[in-house]
């Protein structure tokens, strides 16, 4: 099992920034991809950014050049500083991991987990 832990999340105004962080922790064998997602009010959870355990990210397209996903291997972190925030940032954020971890048999077997998730809400 991975337990995930946002946190840094709030109200911001437009223009404004927040850093979101992410630790993981349990029965961690490895962590692959790490991520994070985004869901509105009414609206589905949405791919934000993720970066791999090489280092290669991915963005969603309305975010480039204004958010940047990093991660701390030795820390089990990954981070999300958003720059120049704007209304429609409003969402929850939820970290996410794809992590093989060690059963109580002492193997490994993969999962995806999901964090509890973090509002930000920013105003006009």
């Known amino acids: 099992q991975v337990q995930l832990v946002e946190s840094g999340g709030g109200l911001v105004q437009a223009g404004g920034a927040l850093r979101l962080s992410c630790a993981a922790s349990?029965?961690?064998?490895?962590?692959?991809?790490m991520g994070w997602h985004r869901q509105a009010p009414g609206k589905q959870r949405d791919l934000v950014a993720t970066?791999?355990?090489?280092?290669?990210?991915n963005y969603e397209e309305s975010v480039k050049g204004r958010f940047e996903i990093s991660r701390d291997n030795d820390k089990y972190t990954v981070y999300l500083q958003m720059n120049s925030l704007k209304p429609e940032d409003t969402a929850v954020y939820y970290c996410?991991?794809?992590?093989?971890?060690?059963?109580?048999?002492?193997?490994?077997?993969?999962?995806?987990?999901w964090g509890q998730g973090t509002q930000v809400t920013v105003s006009a």
């Open positions: 996410n991991t794809d992590a093989a971890v060690w059963t109580s048999r002492g193997s490994v077997t993969t999962g995806d987990y």
């Open positions: 349990g029965r961690i064998y490895n962590l692959n991809t």
């Open positions: 970066m791999t355990s090489g280092g290669i990210t």
